[in-house]
């Protein structure tokens, strides 16, 4: 009997064990968010019902915007605040960037061109609780703007290391005051227009990028958007990219990517297939965009992608398993051989 129990707790130890360690820790941080900023009223504010700046501003005229920075922590912090242009990051939705990369030629207007921020307000510093206005000027361009003009008054505090826990856990935290300047005459459409597609390398994997231009100062809500690519020959290989509710900036370039993942892109011709459904920002009005297109993949390009990009990663916990698997039957098969050998008794 004592045998038996000791075979038959050791195989529950080491199933035990398998489990344990089949698990990883798991460890989480903490954002710290110590200010916000307060949008003060504008009589040139289209929308009031509008959170960020919505504003009408005859050509050539000046105005001043104005915002409330609020520190509503105990210690003393100094944010950072600039200008900042609307753009398209990769797959759709608006970004905003101190950069005119991503901005097509056909602008000539940007948010960074008209509003500046005064020279006193660019860092603020903020001792606790306390709140500070602080101001940036639009000056409207003379002649007859179209559309939006659109980007954000970017604010941020940069992270600091947390050295009383002796932790090295530092971060930022930012905060995005929308600006819409809205041109004459304002009601105007987008428009989607092909560009081309090139062979790049996303997140470490081969992928195609579709680029379309927002060749239209006005943007473009709630898109929805698939593309399906088609590599011709025997073996058909068929990537597919769905995304939805993504927003493209007035006047910007998107590239719509299609990942190949951990597979090697393949020389090859390949048929383009894409849709774009979205509404106008300025009346929500529906609208849709069609392209296809063949494009050929030569050797040297794919070459190029294939080098620059990551090679699959060997599941060492495969064989972790496998071996912990093997393990656990011979424990298995050595406690019935015992329980056998000793009902035998």
Not at 146 to 155: D, T
Request: hydrophobic share 35%; net charge positive.
């Amino acid at each position: 009997m004592r045998l038996r129990k000791w075979t038959t707790g050791l195989a529950v130890g080491l199933f035990g064990w398998l489990l344990l360690a089949s698990n990883q820790p798991v460890s989480a941080a903490q954002e710290h968010i110590d200010f916000e900023v307060e949008k003060v009223k504008s009589n040139r504010q289209v929308d009031q019902e509008n959170r960020f700046f919505d504003l009408g501003i005859e050509p050539g005229k000046k105005e001043t915007i104005q915002v409330l920075v609020h520190n509503f922590s105990d210690k003393n912090i100094k944010v950072h605040s600039e200008i900042d242009n609307s753009l398209t990051q990769q797959g759709g939705g608006i970004i905003y960037r101190p950069t005119k990369d991503g901005i097509i030629k056909e602008t000539s207007h940007t948010l960074m061109d008209v509003a500046k921020v005064h020279r006193a307000d660019r860092v603020i510093t903020l001792g606790p609780n306390e709140v500070k206005k602080v101001s940036a000027t639009i000056t409207m361009p003379s002649e007859q703007t179209k559309g939006m003009i659109y980007g954000a008054w970017h604010f941020i505090e940069y992270g600091q290391k947390e050295t009383d826990n002796h932790s090295n856990v530092s971060g930022s935290y930012a905060y995005n005051m929308g600006i819409v300047l809205r041109g004459k005459p304002y009601e105007i459409y987008p428009e989607l227009k092909y560009q081309g597609v090139n062979p790049t390398v996303r997140n470490g994997h081969p992928a195609l990028g579709i680029q379309l231009n927002n060749t239209k100062p006005m943007a473009i809500k709630n898109a929805k958007v698939k593309a399906v690519v088609y590599k011709n020959g025997f073996f058909k290989d068929k990537r597919v990219y769905e995304t939805d509710s993504v927003d493209v900036a007035p006047n910007s370039q998107w590239t719509v990517p299609i990942s190949w993942a951990f597979d090697r892109l393949k020389p090859g011709r390949y048929n383009i297939s894409i849709s774009v459904k979205g509404n106008s920002y300025w009346n929500q009005l529906p609208m849709s965009w069609h392209f296809r297109k063949k494009i050929t993949i030569n050797q040297q390009q794919a070459d190029k992608i294939n080098q620059a990009s990551v090679k699959k990663p060997v599941n060492k916990w495969a064989y972790v398993a496998t071996a912990s698997g093997v393990l656990m039957m011979v424990s298995f098969w050595f406690v019935y051989r015992v329980l056998k050998l000793t009902r035998g008794l």
